[in-house]
């Protein structure tokens, strides 16, 4: 197994369009979670996964940005009717079991609304 | 005021100098990253710890629980250690998300 992976690595998008990145963790973590990261800063949490079931949504994820993970391997972020503001690193980041264990971490997908 | 402080947000050093990164917490936390990000994005994480101290190659994790305080050291530091530096901590017992702080932008000069 490779790692984290996601993809596309890069995306520019217009204003108004809808866009969806994918995240595929590695095999047998059962926790996948979704982080954003804007220029110069630390990344912030989105939401996370356990196997298929979302835990957690950060107030940071309006309602025009939904995920899934439908059978608890890859994960969907879709953002709706993209705004400027969106514009930013998406991680994606995935860890075994819970209770203190390393997250591991995806490239990234780069978004730049026009 | 953001829960994780991280300082300094930007340091630059020469070859071999002994490098220390600081970080601290307003909360009771379980766990504290230290990850390395490289130009391009991608996350490496480097030490996970909630006690003591770790240590791996020229790379040292303390944190102090006390004094809601952790730092990375790195000694002979290289010019393949720049990189930027972030501490995340995750904020207490059955709460699996990290809280970020800003980063350390470290440059090592040769």
């Known amino acids: 197994d490779t790692g984290v992976s996601q993809d596309p690595r890069h995306k520019i998008t217009k204003r108004g369009q809808n866009v969806t990145f994918r995240c595929d963790p590695i095999?047998?973590?059962?926790?996948l979670y979704w982080y954003r990261q804007t220029l110069g800063q630390g990344p912030e949490f989105l939401t996370y996964?356990?196997?298929?079931?979302?835990?957690?949504k950060s107030r940071l994820l309006s309602d025009r940005f939904s995920a899934e993970r439908p059978k608890g391997s890859f994960s969907t972020l879709e953002i709706q009717r993209t705004e400027q503001g969106d514009s930013a690193m998406y991680l994606c980041?995935?860890?075994?079991?819970?209770?203190?264990?390393?997250?591991?971490f995806g490239p990234g997908t780069r978004l730049l609304v026009l | 005021k953001n829960e994780v402080e991280q300082s300094p947000q930007n340091l630059t050093a020469q070859e071999g100098e002994f490098i220390t990164i600081n970080c601290s917490y307003s909360?009771?936390?379980?766990?504290l990253h230290w990850l390395q990000q490289h130009p391009g994005g991608g996350i490496v994480s480097l030490f996970m710890?909630?006690?003591g101290k770790k240590k791996h190659g020229r790379l040292i994790a303390t944190i102090n629980i006390q004094e809601k305080h952790s730092s990375l050291h790195i000694t002979a530091s290289h010019p393949r250690d720049s990189a930027v530096y972030i501490c995340a901590a995750r904020m207490g017992f059955g709460n699996e998300k990290l809280t970020f702080g800003t980063g350390t932008r470290l440059t090592i000069i040769p």
């Open positions: 095999s047998e973590h059962n926790r």
């Open positions: 980041a995935s860890s075994l079991l819970a209770g203190g264990e390393t997250q591991y």
């Open positions: 710890l909630s006690s």
């Open positions: 909360v009771g936390i379980s766990a």
């Open positions: 996964f356990q196997n298929e079931a979302q835990l957690e």
